[in-house]
């Protein structure tokens, strides 16, 4: 039986056990992820070079922590959490979205209730449902990825695969529009989000 | 917007204790996960970008880019990358780096005022091959001594149960040039390195074998070779 025969997680109890050629079990176990990665990480950064170096954190991070990884999902799925977490911090490392805060004008316009700590849950559970009632999913998805996590809205539009002509930007402005209407009914209702 | 409408909105589209984990997402969901999913847009997006990542199917236009990078992790994964994993120096923090590049200084002008005072060493002789391995003491193959080309790789004898190398390339007052990993017992010098070994420049080289649970077991101290003035300097 050859390191191919292994399956991604065999691959892994194999590095943890290997006296010799863990290099060899480690490279072989990677590069069957190295399109995935890539790809995704072109998706994310728009260019090569920043996605060959963003890729090389990400398995570099993985080479660091492959004990941590106990068998409990997929290989693949462990990998995306890095890759996923890479990136976010990467993007939190360099400034937020220019259109941070003020796109969401709209929902400002109502009153928040006065105990603060205490009903900030509620709160929250609250605008999760006016957004899932407001937004269709596809809108929620971008709305999310963009202001959750400060993503670009190009990188929404590759890593989505977005291909109508403005990308996650129409989805953004769609959204916008209903939360607008959305949150105008219920200030004309006197009604509090 | 108010600063707490803005931090109850980013607190409502995080991820709370009752989200799914992306580990969850491969296999089939209970009744409760499959409900909370369906009324939770981060859940949402989550399981979108995991498809996305796992099927990972290829787009028209980034073929050719994706194949770039592929190819790029291949040549990096064999240098820089695995280096800086085993570095024995990864836990220094900036600040800790900082104190010890202003001892280093200290010591390299001392060693500096010391050499000055001194003949230099005559570079070793390498053209015997008679090298052999001793316990603790791994023997390089090339490059040392005096050479008529810049050399374009680094050898050394393999040592019983080694497993992979450490390997890193300094000036003479050891300021590092270049450092890498590997799992032979050779490797081949970057062009960016390569262009640095100018006739008559010395240049120092160090190797450590380690064994598969990254110990090192074999080490070959300071290597130093030069290009001849009369040598090359090979194109890239």
Redesign the interface.
């Known amino acids: 039986m050859t390191l191919a025969d292994l399956s991604d997680e065999d691959l892994v109890d194999a590095v943890r056990t290997a006296r010799a050629d863990r290099e060899a079990i480690v490279n072989e176990l990677f590069a069957r992820h190295y399109e995935r990665v890539a790809r995704w990480c072109l998706r994310f950064t728009g260019d090569r070079e920043s996605a060959a170096d963003l890729a090389q954190d990400v398995f570099l991070k993985a080479h660091r922590h492959l004990d941590s990884f106990k068998g409990h999902s997929r290989f693949s799925t462990w990998l995306y959490t890095i890759v996923r977490n890479e990136s976010i911090s990467r993007l939190q490392r360099q400034s937020p979205p220019a259109d941070g805060d003020a796109v969401l004008e709209e929902i400002a316009a109502i009153e928040p209730a006065p105990d603060e700590l205490a009903q900030r849950s509620q709160r929250a559970d609250r605008l999760k449902r006016f957004l899932a009632t407001t937004l269709d999913a596809l809108e929620r998805r971008v709305f999310v990825l963009h202001y959750g996590d400060g993503m670009p809205l190009e990188a929404i539009s590759r890593l989505l695969r977005l291909d109508n002509a403005s990308g996650a930007k129409a989805y953004i402005v769609s959204a916008r529009r209903k939360v607008a209407r959305a949150t105008g009914r219920l200030k004309a209702r006197g009604q509090e989000l | 917007?108010?600063d707490?409408?803005?931090s109850?909105?980013?607190?409502?589209?995080?991820a709370t204790p009752e989200c799914v984990p992306?580990?969850?997402?491969?296999e089939p969901l209970s009744a409760r996960e499959q409900q909370h999913v369906d009324?939770?847009?981060?859940c949402?997006?989550e399981l979108?970008?995991?498809r996305?990542?796992?099927e990972?199917s290829?787009?028209a236009d980034?073929g050719a880019?994706?194949q770039?990078?592929?190819a790029?992790?291949?040549r990096?994964?064999g240098g820089?990358?695995?280096a800086?994993?085993r570095s024995p120096f990864a836990w220094l923090t900036p600040g800790i780096r900082r104190w010890a590049a202003a001892v280093g200084a200290i010591a390299v002008i001392t060693s500096g005022a010391y050499l000055l005072s001194d003949r230099e060493p005559a570079v070793r002789d390498l053209s015997n091959p008679a090298a052999s391995y001793r316990t603790n003491r791994l023997d390089v193959r090339a490059p040392v001594g005096d050479l008529t080309s810049a050399p374009s790789t680094l050898e050394w004898v393999t040592p019983p149960?080694a497993?992979?190398y450490d390997i890193e390339v300094f000036e003479v007052d050891r300021t590092p040039l270049w450092r890498t990993?590997s799992?032979i017992s050779r490797v081949e010098l970057p062009p960016s390195v390569v262009r640095q070994l100018l006739p008559g420049k010395a240049v120092l080289w160090e190797v450590r074998a380690l064994?598969?649970a990254s110990q090192v077991i074999a080490e070959s101290g300071t290597q130093r070779f030069r290009v001849a003035l009369t040598g090359s300097t090979p194109k890239d």
């Open positions: 917007m108010s707490r409408t803005t109850d909105l980013e607190h409502a589209l995080k992306v580990e969850r997402f491969a009324g939770c847009a981060r949402q997006s979108a970008l995991w996305e990542f796992e990972s290829p787009a980034e880019a994706v770039w990078i592929v790029e992790l291949g990096r994964r820089e990358a695995v800086a994993a149960d497993v992979s990993t799992s064994n598969g």
